[in-house]
């Protein structure tokens, strides 16, 4: 049995997928203006995680990501620029050089996370036509309406806005009320469609509903799980600063053009902290995957930190933190590349991993479980690779690939001499050791299962 926890219902419940062993999954991906950071990288991964658990315990899984190339506004309340048009001026390049340069970087970072390809990946500006006809739609039912600026959703003709996010219509309506459109007929409506502004000509704009204009940020997942998904499907995960305006949006949009509900479950990745605090530029604690790669971390370092945090809780980045998941992660692969043949998986573990990731994606207990095994003097070495290659199709940490770090003989018999040292506690000769490795240009690091030693 999965289990999973559900934003909308506030509940952990076991998953039931609506078509026998199929899962249909939409992940709200990246707005292509910036860099992606840190944070980032942890929403994609805990998704790829979701999927590469559901493929491991026997789902086919099609995972749609979208891709917004148009129409996200610097601020969530409908108002500001563009983001694409923003970058573009501040950069000097035009919105589609923007997009295509940012997109590039999104994938390049995908494959150094080895994040699973998508089913289908679709650009916002590659489904404007269905975003019009979904508009079009949701006009004729009576659920939006226009004025001077754009299309609007009427929140009121849905009773249900707010739930995802935990409130209630009325209580958003009352926190909205500073609002600076009075020709809207309620504060928490939203724009569906946006028209250009008459003295300004923008770089994406199309002809539709008697102007120029383009599409709001929300519209374009409703067109583009439907079209892919079908009106109701699975899993639909994002970020926790999705669930509002975005998300809450995308249901009320989807189920009243549809009449049916628009995903069964809701997952969402909480924050990403950098030193306990909210990361920011103005912080000067805003990473992105280079700043990593810069101090000497791979992607694939920062993979195994994300292991070792479960979804729905607020991760903590730290350096120190950085550091110890590389080392950690360099001695499971010096591990398996050491044992030459294979093995058979060990079922006892595999059993113990399946219950561990199935109880709500619990990714730190998995971890631990593979620590535990590699320990365990009951199981061969053989069957311990065996196994670890097996576990590693959700961990997805390309253990199959690694090979064991050339120490040369000088330097680990050096290591060796430490290793009796430090049991004997004569800490001089283990510090006269140390600085000895660290004159052939090699690191020893103690770690509470034993010590290791790699090139600086
Ligand atoms: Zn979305």
């Known amino acids: 049995m999965i289990k999973l926890y559900n934003t909308y219902s506030k509940k952990i419940e076991e998953f039931k997928p609506l078509k026998g062993n199929k899962v249909g999954m939409y992940t709200c991906g990246p707005t292509v203006y910036d860099y992606d950071h840190i944070g980032h990288a942890w929403n994609y991964t805990t998704a790829d995680l979701l999927r590469r658990m559901l493929e491991y315990s026997g789902f086919k899984v099609k995972q ?23 970058s573009s001026r501040e950069l000097g390049k035009t919105a589609q050089e923007i997009a295509v340069y940012f997109t590039k970087i999104y994938f390049e970072n995908r494959k150094k996370l080895n994040l699973e390809k998508p089913w289908k990946i679709a650009k916002a500006t590659g489904h404007i036509k269905e975003m019009i006809k979904l508009v079009q739609v949701l006009i004729d039912k009576g659920f939006a309406y226009q004025i001077s600026d754009g299309i609007y959703f009427d929140t009121s003709k849905f009773p249900d806005y707010g739930k995802l996010s935990g409130n209630t219509l009325e209580s958003l309506m009352e926190g909205a ?16 469609w946006k028209f250009s502004a008459e003295n300004s000509k923008r770089q994406m704009e199309w002809d539709a509903f008697g102007k120029k204009g383009f599409p709001g ?8 799980s439907m079209k892919y998904l079908g009106p109701t499907f699975d ?11 975005h998300h809450e949006s995308e249901i009320a949009q989807s189920e009243c053009a549809t009449g049916q509900p628009l995903a069964n479950y ?51 980045f730290t350096w120190e933190s950085l550091e110890a998941a590389k080392i950690a992660r360099r001695k499971l692969n010096d591990f398996v590349a050491g044992i030459k043949s294979k093995g058979k998986v060990n079922n006892n573990y595999k059993d113990k991993f399946l219950e561990k990731i199935n109880d709500d994606l619990d990714l730190p207990g998995a971890l631990a479980l593979v620590w535990i095994m590699i320990k365990d003097n009951r199981v061969s070495d053989f069957d ?5 290659l097996d576990f590693d199709r959700v961990l997805g ?60």
């Open 397 to 456: 940490l390309n253990l199959a690939k690694q090979k064991k770090e050339k120490i040369p003989a000088n330097v680990l018999k050096l290591v060796q001499d430490r290793e009796v040292a430090r049991k004997e506690k004569n800490w001089q000769k283990s510090d006269e050791l140390r600085n000895e490795i660290d004159k052939l240009d090699y690191i020893v690091e103690d770690t509470n299962q034993g010590s290791i030693v790699r090139k600086k």
């Open 266 to 316: 809701w997952f969402h990745t909480r924050f990403l902290m950098v030193d306990g605090m909210k990361m920011s530029k103005s912080l000067k604690n805003f990473y992105t995957l280079k700043d990593l790669e810069e101090k000497g971390y791979s992607a694939m370092d920062l993979r195994y930190l994300f292991l070792q945090a479960h979804y729905a809780t607020p991760i903590n």
């Open 235 to 245: 899993i639909h995960t994002g970020g926790e600063d999705n669930i509002f305006p």
């Open 384 to 388: 311990k690779k065996t196994t670890l």
């Open 217 to 224: 940020w929300h519209i374009e997942c409703s067109a583009m």
């Open 64 to 86: 749609v990501i979208n891709i917004t190339d148009v129409g996200h506004l610097t601020s969530d309340a409908d108002t500001g620029e563009d983001k694409l048009e923003k």
């Open 177 to 192: 009320r500073v609002e600076i459109n009075p020709e809207k007929k309620n504060p928490t409506d939203f724009a569906v």
